[in-house]
């Protein structure tokens, strides 16, 4: 028998390493460091990509202050959009909502689109089969769906395991850098300001920004959490110094790896593989295997994550009546948002087709839109939060450290609109596409249609059905 008990909310038992597991997940390490890794250093700022890790962090760090501090004042699952929408009122809420899904969803597409290309590559290699690329898609697709459907629980143990391997891997190969050069083979130009400042800076920090996307999964799995008030703050920030250090010392050991004067030209004329024949210069031709598989199991995780991300920002506009309440509905035995999930699933299955039918390229086309269109989405949601985080306590401080009100928040904000702005006049590096073309304004006009059709259905609720809006308020 199905449930569709909706007030009995989510179940898990997620403790602080769990939730941390899911956001290492996202962000996908390993991914990183083999695929954007080598864009941010050639295009980027070049030797300084390790401290731009730092700055972006540090940025990043400010804003958890305050995104922790209100996090004790949100019920559900709501994550950025439960903050805009307690900060900002209903319907800059639910436009901002709007937003998240279809960036999170473009994002996943591309991620799935992107991880099935390496399947397909590694599948002709070994047993000399050609099947078409959507095919690969579409079974990675309804993979992740079953997943997504169970426990979250069952999530988190496959992404434990992956997730475990690629890190290992990557510490595997600084250690052996470090064994190799000697302390006194470590050249400290990389961690100069004078190396951060050199190249391009600006993309440097745009692709950095996206090698920290998913730490808002720590309130995204409120409900799925044993202690939410100590578990989410712990968790965001481990979070977020995990990655900044794990970044920070990679990319510099990556650098000393390769060579300090050669290593741009490396990330240039040797894009897709630069990484991974790093490893297999520093480890053997073995872990060079191994590495070129944990590729594939790094973005799966990240795919994954993002599904559950998605499915459960799904279930808190059902529970608010913002989209079909059924939505909201909790499985009898797993405990999961299974309706909202199977959504997603369909939906990420129907943009395949749509892609095919289009005769769109994978890489080119459906994987660099895609990751541009969620990219920008994403830096619009969370510029949108830290300003809700000022505004919820500008008219409530209770009590909060002014640390944590305002002086972080402020700071954060400053930081956040000039990523912002860095994404919009750097959308070329994104999409591949020269100047305000078709492509790129297609892309801008995605996002703010998105943003303008749910603060429609805010305005609305506000002015034709007050008291869903009313249910809209109370249930997040």
Same mark, same amino acid.
């Given at each position: 028998?199905?449930?569709?008990?909706?007030?009995? @909310?989510?179940?898990?038992?997620?403790?602080?390493?769990?939730? =941390?597991?899911?956001?290492?997940?996202?962000? &996908?390490?390993?991914?990183?460091?083999?695929?954007?890794?080598?864009?941010?250093?050639?295009?980027?700022?070049?030797?300084? %990509?390790?401290?731009?890790?730092?700055?972006?962090?540090?940025?990043?760090?400010?804003?958890?202050?305050?995104?922790?501090?209100?996090?004790?004042?949100?019920?559900?699952?709501?994550?950025?959009?439960?903050?805009?929408?307690?900060?900002?009122?209903?319907?800059?809420?639910?436009?901002?909502?709007?937003?998240? =899904?279809?960036?999170?969803?473009?994002?996943?597409?591309?991620?799935?689109?992107?991880?099935?290309?390496?399947?397909?590559?590694? =599948?002709?290699?070994? %047993?000399?089969?050609?099947?078409?690329?959507?095919?690969?898609?579409?079974?990675?697709?309804?993979?992740? @769906?079953?997943?997504?459907?169970?426990?979250?629980?069952?999530?988190?143990?496959?992404?434990?395991?992956?997730?475990?391997?690629?890190?290992?891997?990557?510490?595997?190969?600084?250690?052996?850098?470090? !064994?190799?050069?000697?302390?006194?083979?470590?050249?400290?130009?990389?961690?100069?300001?004078?190396?951060?400042?050199?190249? *391009?800076?600006?993309?440097?920090?745009?692709?950095?920004?996206?090698?920290?996307?998913? +730490?808002? &999964?720590?309130?995204?799995?409120?409900?799925?959490?044993?202690?939410? *008030? #100590?578990?989410?703050?712990?968790?965001?920030?481990?979070?977020?110094?995990?990655?900044?250090?794990?970044?920070?010392?990679?990319?510099?050991?990556?650098?000393?790896?390769?060579?300090?004067?050669?290593?741009?030209?490396?990330?240039?004329?040797?894009?897709?593989?630069?990484?991974?024949?790093?490893? @297999?210069?520093?480890?053997?031709?073995?872990?060079?295997?191994? &590495?070129?598989?944990?590729?594939?199991?790094?973005?799966?995780?990240?795919?994954?994550?993002?599904?559950?991300?998605?499915?459960?920002?799904?279930?808190?506009?059902?529970?608010?009546?913002?989209? *079909?309440?059924?939505?909201?509905?909790?499985?009898?035995?797993?405990?999961?948002?299974?309706?909202?999930?199977?959504?997603?699933?369909?939906? &990420?299955?129907?943009?395949?087709?749509?892609?095919?039918?289009?005769?769109?390229?994978?890489?080119?086309?459906?994987?660099? !839109?895609?990751?541009?269109?969620?990219?920008?989405?994403?830096?619009?949601?969370?510029?949108?939060?830290?300003?809700?985080?000022?505004?919820?306590?500008?008219?409530?401080?209770?009590?909060?450290?002014?640390? *944590?009100?305002?002086?972080?928040?402020?700071?954060?904000?400053?930081?956040?609109?000039? +990523?912002?702005?860095?994404?919009?006049?750097?959308?070329?590096?994104?999409? @591949?596409?020269?100047?305000?073309?078709?492509?790129?304004?297609?892309?801008?006009?995605?996002?703010?249609?998105?943003?303008?059709?749910?603060?429609? #259905?805010?305005?609305?609720?506000?002015?034709?059905?007050?008291?869903?809006?009313?249910?809209?308020?109370?249930?997040?």
């Amino acid at each position: 028998m199905e449930t569709q008990n909706k007030m009995a @909310g989510l179940q898990g038992s997620l403790g602080v390493m769990g939730v =941390v597991l899911m956001v290492l997940a996202q962000a &996908a390490p390993l991914t990183v460091m083999a695929g954007t890794g080598p864009l941010m250093i050639g295009l980027g700022n070049g030797i300084g %990509v390790p401290m731009t890790s730092v700055v972006v962090g540090c940025a990043l760090l400010l804003f958890a202050f305050g995104f922790v501090a209100m996090s004790k004042y949100i019920e559900g699952s709501g994550a950025f959009y439960a903050y805009i929408l307690k900060g900002m009122g209903p319907v800059t809420g639910i436009g901002g909502a709007a937003v998240a =899904v279809v960036s999170y969803t473009l994002v996943l597409l591309a991620l799935e689109v992107f991880l099935s290309i390496l399947v397909k590559d590694a =599948v002709e290699r070994w %047993v000399d089969v050609n099947l078409h690329w959507s095919i690969y898609t579409s079974a990675i697709i309804l993979v992740i @769906g079953v997943l997504g459907y169970r426990n979250i629980e069952a999530s988190a143990k496959v992404l434990g395991v992956a997730l475990v391997a690629e890190i290992a891997i990557i510490i595997v190969a600084d250690i052996v850098v470090v !064994w190799q050069h000697g302390l006194a083979g470590l050249d400290p130009t990389p961690l100069l300001p004078s190396s951060f400042m050199s190249g *391009n800076p600006g993309i440097g920090i745009l692709f950095t920004v996206l090698c920290f996307v998913g +730490f808002e &999964a720590t309130v995204v799995y409120r409900e799925e959490v044993k202690d939410p *008030n #100590r578990t989410i703050p712990l968790a965001t920030y481990y979070s977020i110094i995990i990655i900044v250090v794990l970044y920070c010392v990679s990319f510099y050991l990556t650098i000393i790896g390769i060579g300090v004067d050669d290593v741009v030209k490396q990330a240039l004329s040797n894009t897709e593989y630069m990484y991974i024949d790093f490893v @297999g210069h520093y480890m053997g031709k073995v872990a060079q295997d191994i &590495a070129n598989i944990l590729v594939i199991t790094s973005l799966f995780s990240a795919a994954l994550a993002n599904h559950n991300v998605i499915a459960r920002y799904k279930y808190v506009l059902g529970r608010s009546s913002v989209i *079909n309440p059924r939505f909201s509905d909790v499985h009898h035995v797993h405990g999961s948002p299974h309706r909202a999930s199977f959504t997603q699933t369909l939906t &990420a299955l129907a943009l395949v087709v749509g892609s095919v039918v289009f005769n769109l390229d994978p890489i080119k086309e459906v994987y660099t !839109w895609g990751s541009a269109a969620g990219t920008l989405g994403y830096m619009l949601i969370i510029t949108l939060t830290a300003l809700s985080v000022i505004l919820f306590f500008r008219k409530d401080s209770r009590a909060v450290p002014v640390w *944590n009100s305002k002086i972080a928040p402020y700071l954060s904000l400053i930081c956040l609109v000039g +990523f912002l702005y860095l994404a919009l006049v750097n959308i070329s590096a994104l999409t @591949g596409s020269q100047g305000w073309n078709f492509v790129n304004i297609s892309i801008v006009a995605v996002v703010v249609g998105t943003f303008m059709i749910g603060s429609t #259905r805010g305005l609305y609720l506000k002015c034709l059905s007050p008291l869903r809006l009313v249910q809209v308020c109370e249930r997040v």
